[in-house]
């Protein structure tokens, strides 16, 4: 039973260009959560995802941000025109309940965006 | 501001020693979770403890729980070179985990 499944594990964009970072949960999970860390930083949150339902986004930044968790397919965290300020790890989780972030969270191995 | 705050930021000792790591958080919590998270890796669960526990074990690790004081700390005995690592400690808030900045360790052969 592979683990949560995060790609690419680094992502260059120049500025202005979109980056798209997909995590696919562990098997029979069907809620997502994105976080990001900040060098030197300790993990925020970013957003809650349900298949197809997007349950908490109060940590997503108002603009350039989207995230979505499709039926068929991996989570998708989307991030349009990039600034080097969006360079961070991006990681995923993911839980097979509701209450998981309570319960024993499954990371994945992060994206590393850099913008240059 | 962030809801956990670890303590020390960084920590140095000699391989065969003890390490202790703190944190704090400012509101009531169901839970608080310890993390580490080797460089340029991924993160990975050391241990939960509820808020109705005061002590837990796992192999080398020993966690406590104050919640009167709204701290945990973390102790890893008789340290080894591949605990070098960062630790973060997490507190539940509904379905947010909310982080600390962590601390980093560097256990010196």
């Known amino acids: 039973n592979a683990g949560v499944m995060q790609n690419p594990r680094h992502l260059v964009r120049r500025r202005g260009q979109e980056a798209r970072l997909r995590c696919s949960p562990m098997?029979?999970?069907?809620?997502v959560y994105w976080y990001r860390q900040l060098p030197e930083e300790g993990l925020k949150f970013m957003v809650y995802l349900q298949k197809e339902n997007i349950i908490d986004e109060s940590g997503m930044p108002k603009e350039r941000f989207s995230a979505e968790f499709p039926k068929e397919g991996p989570s998708i965290l989307r991030i349009q025109q990039v600034v080097r300020g969006d360079s961070a790890a991006y990681f995923c989780?993911?839980?097979?309940?509701?209450?998981?972030?309570?319960?024993?969270?499954?990371f994945g191995q992060g994206t590393r965006l850099t913008v240059v | 501001s962030q809801q956990g705050e670890e303590d020390p930021q960084a920590l140095s000792i000699q391989e065969g020693e003890n390490a202790t790591m703190n944190c704090s958080y400012k509101?009531?919590?169901?839970?608080l979770q310890w993390y580490r998270q080797n460089s340029g890796r991924g993160l990975v669960h050391l241990i939960l403890?509820?808020?109705n526990e005061r002590e837990k074990h796992s192999g080398r690790l020993r966690v406590t729980l104050d919640t009167s004081k709204k701290s945990s700390s973390l102790l890893i005995t008789a340290s080894r070179a591949a605990d070098t690592a960062s630790y973060f400690c997490a507190t539940d808030s509904n379905y947010q985990l909310i982080w600390g900045a962590g601390t980093k360790l560097i256990i010196k052969p």
């Open positions: 509101t009531s919590i169901n839970n």
């Open positions: 403890i509820r808020s």
């Open positions: 098997k029979g999970h069907s809620h």
């Open positions: 989780a993911s839980s097979a309940t509701s209450r998981g972030q309570a319960e024993e969270a499954f």
